[in-house]
Each structure stands twice: as structure tokens, then as C-alpha cells.
């Protein structure tokens, strides 16, 4: 099921990370998604009962293509 945000809501939303940048819906590998994507660090934030989740601690880190997560060596 998509993420169905308001609008204006979504633009003023924003990646809790250090570089605050816009997040958008869906993820990479699945558009529909309940989730939000940072478009900067590529963490995933959930939305649950229609409400995101924007804690570092509940985000899932984006994978490299070989599955290994980004921050990995």
C-alpha cells in the first residue's frame, strides 16, 4: 500500500540525519512501500498507521547491490 501524505506535509518533512535532506515515498526497490526515503542517504523511514517514523533508530540503512549494508566496510 502506498504512503499517502499530504502533500505540503511531505515537502516540509525531512531526513533526521545530519544533512536534513527531502525524503520521498516508497522505497528504491519497491514504490509502494509504506515507507519514506531519505533522497540523500538513502535510509528508509517507516509509516505506520499513516504516520512516519523519522528516528534514526527505526530507519533501515540502505544496502549496497552486493546486499551489504552502506556503512559497511
Known amino acids: 500500500m502506498a ?3 499530504d502533500a505540503q506535509l511531505l515537502e516540509i518533512l525531512a531526513c ?3 544533512d536534513h ?6 522505497t528504491t526497490a519497491d514504490p509502494e512501500a509504506d515507507a519514506l526515503t531519505c533522497t540523500e ?3 528508509v523511514y517507516p509509516v505506520r498507521d499513516g504516520i512516519p517514523v ?4 527505526e530507519a533501515t540503512e540502505p544496502t549496497n547491490p552486493d ?3 552502506a556503512d559497511s566496510p
Open 54 to 57: 523519522l528516528l534514526l533508530d
Open 21 to 26: 535532506a527531502p525524503l520521498r515515498t516508497g
Open 67 to 69: 546486499g551489504a549494508h
Open 3 to 5: 504512503v499517502t501524505l
Open 16 to 18: 533526521p540525519s545530519p
Open 41 to 43: 542517504c538513502g535510509r
